[in-house]
């Protein structure tokens, strides 16, 4: 099934997994609704897509812990290209790893209001309006890290497993709308999102077991873009891609 045509927001559209998935998405056709707070960025990015003949862009400046700003993502969406939503794309996500002695309270805080009510802002901006048109994909990007815990990442993984959480349920609640749920869990991925972290000693960790190769942010984007192809009785559940 084409993705030509469709109406996509995604947030943490600035860079990284979100920025790929926006050039991947749009380069089939689809039209793309950019959300994330950095707007140089998100204008950059939506110019490079315009200049293309493929699918088009709009933007739209959003922190997703603010339920208002989420909510007229969606709207600056439908009303930009006279359409409803038909995929909502949850990518933004922070990761400021930590060991708990060393009590990076606000860093756990920003965690749970980026990585957990980001996404039930995300939801709640379009449940409603796929509910009544039985239609639409809601796409969690959420992380290995959803499934497996490791020292410095208690945390950022609680609320990845809280993502999952929130994707099974949403699931089984919409099952028989023809609203699909899917959870796709990047391992280690080069992006900017281990840039947050500051605790010197989830720097030591790392630098004692490196990884030789990571993630593409496109290898992710092309996940998205798979799920997306599939007939529309065809749900894909979890995808899981690791290095």
Known sequence: MSVAGKIVVITGASSGIGKSIAEVLSSNGANV????????????????????????????????????????????????????VDVLINNAGVMPLSFFRNLHQDEWDRMI??????????????????????????????????????????VYCGTKWA????????????AGSNIRILSIQPGATSSELGNSITDPEVFEMFK??????????????????YALQQPEHCAINEILVRP
Do not use: W, Y
């Open 33 to 84: 609704c950019l959300g994330a707070r950095r707007e140089e960025k998100l204008k950059e990015l939506t110019d490079a897509i315009n200049g293309g003949d493929k699918g088009k862009a709009t933007f739209c400046v959003t922190d997703v812990t603010n339920r208002e700003q989420v909510v007229g993502l969606v709207k600056h969406a439908e009303e930009h290209f006279g359409k409803p």
């Open 163 to 174: 993502v999952e959480a929130i994707t099974q349920g949403l699931r089984q609640e919409t």
């Open 208 to 225: 004692k077991d490196p990884l030789d190769r990571f993630l593409d942010s496109v290898d992710v984007a092309n996940a998205v873009l």
């Open 113 to 154: 209001d980026v990585n957990i009510k980001g996404v039930l802002n995300g939801i709640a901006a379009v449940l409603p309006g796929m509910t009544e048109r039985k239609s639409g994909d809601i796409i969690n990007i959420s992380s290995d890290a959803g499934r497996k815990l490791f020292p410095g990442g208690a």
